[in-house]
């Protein structure tokens, strides 16, 4: 009669148990990500953007004053700061998260 698999004083069942206690984890923390708003602004705030944690953007505001017809450049520029931005702020809100429960451990696929 087989007693499992012992790896490091764990046999085979509580290491399941565990990497499924690690798996439940994980599912809750990707979804306070999905949950959590971060957001940048560029221009004084003439640009603004919020985006979730998993990377979605939720809005992106442009002040009236901001809209110059002899330099849209610099409107563009500003937008893609904000939202580089947002995305940086929303990427690092992700990884704290999740870190969290992988203790640091880089899973690929996660975020």
């Given at each position: 009669m087989s007693k499992?698999?012992?790896?490091?004083?764990m046999n085979?069942?509580?290491m399941i148990a565990q990497?499924?206690?690690?798996?439940?984890?994980?599912?809750?923390?990707q979804e306070k990500v999905a949950l959590t708003e971060v957001s940048a602004s560029t221009g004084g705030g003439a640009v603004k953007v919020s985006a979730t944690g998993?990377?979605?953007?939720?809005s992106l505001t442009i002040d009236p004053a901001a809209l110059d017809p002899e330099d849209v450049e610099m409107l563009q520029d500003?937008?893609?700061?904000?939202?580089?931005?947002?995305?940086e702020s929303a990427e690092k809100a992700?990884?704290?998260?999740?870190?969290?429960?992988?203790?640091?451990?880089?899973?690929?696929?996660?975020?």
């Open positions: 499992g698999f012992n790896m490091g004083g085979r069942n509580q990497a499924r206690k690690m798996q439940e984890q994980l599912i809750a923390a998993n990377m979605r953007l939720t500003m937008i893609l700061a904000a939202v580089n931005d947002a995305l992700a990884s704290q998260q999740l870190s969290s429960v992988t203790g640091g451990l880089n899973i690929p696929g996660l975020f």
